[in-house]
């Protein structure tokens, strides 16, 4: 897969993304691990409840650089802690499978807002 198809594939996650309905956006075995915390979802419902979840304790994401390649995308960024102290930077990997994501692993200090797995 080239850089513009994986940027297409992203292009419509973030679109959907915005929607809170983004799981047909994923593979079926789609997965999302926090490194941080080692925690580990899997199946497009669960990981679109987590990182729904997520967005809602975190304010204020700031992409700071978004870069993409073959078969894979990384994104930069922060958001305000939840009582607006110091931002919390973070770092997300998506591998992309076809024309959905197939994995996404999380870095940084994001962990301890990531919902419980369900």
């Known amino acids: 897969m080239s850089a513009d198809q994986t940027r297409q594939v992203m292009s419509a996650y973030f679109e959907a993304l915005e929607t809170g309905v983004f ?5 079926d075995d789609v997965s999302w691990t926090t490194i941080a915390n080692d925690t580990y979802v899997r199946g497009p419902d669960a990981v679109e409840a987590a990182i729904n979840g997520l967005h809602a304790r975190l304010k204020d994401l700031q992409t700071r650089q978004l870069v993409m390649g073959e078969d894979a995308a990384y994104i930069e960024g922060s958001a305000a802690g939840p009582n607006g102290e110091a931002r919390i930077p973070y770092c ?6 076809g024309d959905r994501v197939g994995a996404m692993r999380a870095y940084g200090d994001i962990a301890e807002f990531m919902p419980p797995p369900s």
Do not use: G, L, R
Not at 23 to 27: E, M, S, Y
Not at 92 to 97: E, K, L, N, S, T
């Open 23 to 27: 799981a047909w956006c994923f593979t």
């Open 92 to 97: 997300v990997a998506y591998d992309i499978v």
